[in-house]
């Protein structure tokens, strides 16, 4: 099985810019469809978005669709998450999970998701 690690989360202030990746610590191919989820402290871990296994489909929570952009780059073996125009709301400790069983009809769902990384912190301040 793969184990996922993020990476590029961090402080920045509001209208700005940060770009999360995923990748596999041990150098195993991800070969799944990926999400990316956040929670925030209190509040339920909620969907951001979801990319099918080779990058060409890609889904996003409607409220962020136009911000947010999700691709992979399957050659470097990591998926990313382009966080643009954040706004303090968009703060929370984002993941990434694979989705093993291919459940493509549940995506927004983080039952259907059975691999998660350890989170990466976004803090957005104004």
């Known amino acids: 099985q793969v184990q996922l690690v993020e990476s590029g989360g961090g402080l920045v202030q509001a209208g700005g810019s940060l770009r999360l990746s995923c990748a596999d610590s041990?150098?195993?191919?991800?070969?799944?469809?990926m999400g990316w989820f956040r929670q925030a402290p209190g509040k339920e871990r909620e969907f951001v978005a979801r990319i099918s296994r080779l990058g060409g489909t890609a889904y996003y929570a409607d409220s962020l669709k136009g911000r947010f952009t999700v691709s992979r780059d399957n050659a470097k073996n990591t998926v990313y998450l382009q966080m643009n125009s954040l706004k303090p709301e968009d703060t929370a400790v984002y993941y990434c999970?694979?989705?093993?069983?291919?459940?493509?009809?549940?995506?927004?769902?983080?039952?259907?998701?059975?691999?998660w990384g350890q989170g990466t912190q976004v803090t957005v301040s104004s």
């Open positions: 041990g150098r195993t191919p991800i070969s799944y469809a």
């Open positions: 999970a694979a989705d093993i069983r291919q459940m493509y009809t549940h995506y927004m769902n983080v039952a259907s998701y059975e691999l």
